[in-house]
């Protein structure tokens, strides 16, 4: 669960633009390879700026729960 709620905005935006490439390539006729990867690589970049301190909080919180309830696990 953490893994798909940290991914997440990395996934959407690039999907959003991937889209958007997409139709403007089939309505312009343009089938460039580099036209398609380097705006996805960009927004997920963009996206890790935007977001990169609120995922690194949680995960920052996820694994200090896992190191806090460790040893109740165990014994």
């Given at each position: ?5 940290v991914?997440a ?7 959003i633009v991937?889209?958007?490439v997409s139709?403007?390539q089939?309505?312009?006729?343009i089938?460039?390879q580099t036209?398609?990867?380097?705006p996805?690589?960009i927004?997920?970049?963009?996206a ?5 301190p ?5 995960m ?7 190191f806090?309830?460790l040893?109740?696990r165990i014994?």
């Open positions: 669960m953490m893994v798909m709620l991914s905005p990395m996934l959407g935006l690039g999907l991937g889209l958007m139709i403007f089939a309505t312009t006729s089938q460039e036209l398609a990867f380097i996805k690589i927004a997920v970049f963009v890790i700026l935007i977001f990169g609120w995922m690194l909080r949680l920052v919180e996820f694994v200090t729960g896992v806090v309830n040893p109740q014994g």
